[in-house]
């Protein structure tokens, strides 16, 4: 079986400007973001990957992927508190969207993991990890970045994105190195 698309996403933001994300950044949609909600997405997004990160770590079939699961959980809840104490640092509210889609999509990417059998969970939760980074990193670029008006919280952003792409790359050669072990 293959495992569902799950599609989280946004920036280190992840889930609730996907769908923002995946059409084209339009001057409305950047003014709809304001720094309260993008910290918002910021904080919404590390929350999402500490939890399926732990998910993984109890899961996890391979020692890889339980390894991989608590990098996940340490690393992102490390970036969640510095977004947390520059939001308390600048006296923003993290303000989610109106119409918060990435905490249904977190939903349903969690029951569907916890759905997936044994045999099917460390190559779903992998295939999950790379859509949801590339979701963010998209997002990051396309949308949030340039909607970010302070430059403490924009600094931030550039400084984490990195690590968001060096998790989607080591998601990928991690499912990779697993499918080949079974060959």
């Not at 996403?9 to 996907?18: E, Q, R």
Request: without cysteine; proline residues 5%.
């Amino acid at each position: 079986m293959r495992p569902p698309l799950l599609l989280a996403a946004v920036a280190l933001v992840a889930i609730p400007a996907i769908g923002i994300a995946r059409s084209a950044p339009s001057d409305h949609a950047t003014r709809a973001l304001d720094d309260a909600t993008i910290v918002a997405i910021f904080d919404a997004a590390n929350t999402a990957d500490i939890e399926t990160g732990r998910l993984a770590k109890e899961r996890g079939q391979s020692q890889e992927v339980r390894d991989f699961g608590a990098m996940l959980e340490r690393d992102h809840t490390q970036v969640r508190k510095l977004g947390r104490d520059l939001a308390a640092k600048l006296g923003v509210t993290p303000t989610p969207p109106a119409d918060d889609a990435g905490a249904r999509n977190h939903a349903a990417a969690l029951k569907a993991l916890r759905a997936a059998s044994k045999a099917e969970f460390d190559q779903a939760f992998l295939h999950h990890e790379v859509a949801f980074h590339k979701s963010v990193i998209d997002a990051v670029t396309t949308t949030l970045l340039p909607a970010i008006k302070n430059a403490e919280l924009k600094e931030l952003v550039v400084k984490v994105a990195p690590a968001f792409e060096a998790h989607r790359v080591g998601a990928e050669a991690l499912a990779k190195r697993l499918t080949d072990g079974r060959r």
